[in-house]
């Protein structure tokens, strides 16, 4: 304890780091109050509707996502997943399009470029995802025909529809805009911060619906306590998950330049379990969220294809889900190593893997590693997203179950590791003890995404 004040002293008396962090807490309770501003039109006392829809099902994720500015009718009720939908797009097209990987190469030009497009089409999604938001919002508000003022009978006027869509877009840019400044100014990466603080604002209320759950039956103190150390349990699996390396032994050869001698000794290359973070959950996520968007256009919500893809307890949701969870894990680490660069990186500073040639040899033998820890780790990683669904068959409750896996819990561990990194390197800088004994704390700066 007293190491820990001493720490949070020093962490004060950095005056650069201080000011980041209260620019920070800024900007996330700007944040947060945002998400419980209504849109104009709506009445705030009407809502329960649409509040109970925001506590189960799909709808309860999405809900969770924005911090409750979703079933709030906020102006922020869309959050950041369509910027997130939007990153994930331009990062698709890296991966197919010539000019994209081009613009990649450019350095910190290319950079811009393909931000200012991200940007472009957020706005394009975002005007996609409101009137589909506005319509299902209509539906359930169906019951209470003065919840919109604008009404006019039973549909919303032309005004309300425009102006509406305007703010949701608006909204979801400045929530995006909110990250930007975090990350350039602030503690963390912004966006990753965000969506951490929206989910941890819905911890509590389910907490507290867990709870009176558990106490109206028999014994429901001792189950609640127990969903507690499963729930910690849980937290320390997938701690190991974000940090769980396989370290490669790398040879330096001797060199000497000037009076100095360089090489000569082993250096170890920390490959990730999971290399992909928390991306392959974030890019299948947002695939399943598609059929609840197109279903908000949709007369034919009652389909057995929408009401399977609604749910995320069901068999089929799931399953697609979890296969979707596997594959993008490959993808994503495609991605993030290439063992092509990585080798010639090797042999251009005369270092080599002991029993292994340099150049291609070395490349298919990082390959070959990379395949065999992917595959444990990517199955570990599909368990863990579908999690929630497996803990809701034991009648733990809809909202507490999403924080025993899935995006929410990797998101909340990445997030606060990657941030905690952040801070220790600003108190390591300075010669501070670190925030652990030993100083360092491994980061998840992959699953962060960039702003």
């Known amino acids: 304890m007293k190491r820990l004040i001493q720490t949070l002293k020093n962490i004060w008396s950095i005056e650069d780091l201080r000011k980041r962090i209260l620019y920070t807490i800024g900007l996330v309770l700007i944040y947060r109050i945002g998400s419980y501003v209504v849109l104009p039109g709506v009445d705030p006392s009407q809502l329960s509707v649409l509040r109970k829809q925001g506590s189960e099902g ?25 910027y997130i939908t939007a ?69 919303p006027s032309l005004f309300f529809w425009i102006s509406s869509i305007v703010i949701l877009i608006s909204g979801t840019l400045f929530v995006m805009w909110l990250g930007e400044r975090i990350t350039d100014k602030g503690v963390g990466n912004g966006i990753s911060l965000l969506i951490m603080i929206g989910i941890i604002a819905r911890l509590p209320f389910a907490l507290s619906a867990e709870f009176a759950s558990r106490l109206s039956e028999g014994g429901g103190l001792v189950m609640f306590l127990f969903e507690l150390v499963v729930l910690l349990g849980v937290i320390l699996l997938v701690i190991l998950l974000v940090q769980g390396t396989r370290r490669i032994p790398v040879q330096y050869a001797k060199r000497i330049v000037g009076n100095k001698q360089y090489g000569g000794v082993r250096q170890y290359i920390p490959i990730k379990v999971n290399a992909a973070g928390v991306m392959p959950i974030i890019f299948a996520q947002a695939i399943m969220f598609l059929p609840i968007t197109f279903m908000g256009f949709s007369n034919n919500a009652d389909s057995k ?140 700066t992959s699953m962060s995404i960039q702003a």
């Open 305 to 444: 294809f929408a009401m399977a893809f609604a749910d995320y307890n069901s068999f089929w949701y799931n399953l697609v889900f979890f296969i979707l969870v596997v594959v993008f894990t490959y993808f994503y680490t495609a991605i993030a190593i290439n063992p092509n660069q990585m080798a010639d990186d090797m042999k251009k500073n005369g270092g080599f893997i002991p029993g292994v040639k340099p150049g291609k040899k070395t490349a298919e033998y990082l390959e070959s590693i990379l395949s065999k820890i992917t595959l444990p780790g990517s199955i570990f990683l599909a368990v863990v997203a579908i999690l929630p669904a497996i803990i809701r068959l034991f009648g733990v409750n809809t909202q507490f179950a999403q924080f025993y896996g899935g995006t929410s819990l990797l998101i909340l561990v990445g997030v606060i590791l990657d941030t905690l990194q952040q801070i220790e390197s600003h108190l390591l800088m300075r010669h501070y003890d670190g925030l652990t004994k030993t100083g360092r704390i491994k980061g998840r």
């Open 87 to 155: 990153s994930i797009v331009i990062q698709l097209l890296v991966m197919v399009v010539p000019k994209f990987q081009k613009m990649q190469r450019e350095g910190e030009s290319g950079r811009r470029k393909m931000n200012q497009i991200t940007r472009w089409l957020t706005v394009i999604v975002t005007a996609a995802q409101a009137p589909a938001y506005i319509t299902n919002m209509r539906m359930q508000l169906e019951a209470t025909p003065y919840a919109l003022h604008p009404f006019t009978g039973a549909e």
């Open 58 to 82: 799909l709808m309860g994720l999405l809900n969770m996502f924005s911090g409750g500015a979703f079933s709030n009718a906020s102006i922020f009720a869309l959050g950041i997943m369509p």
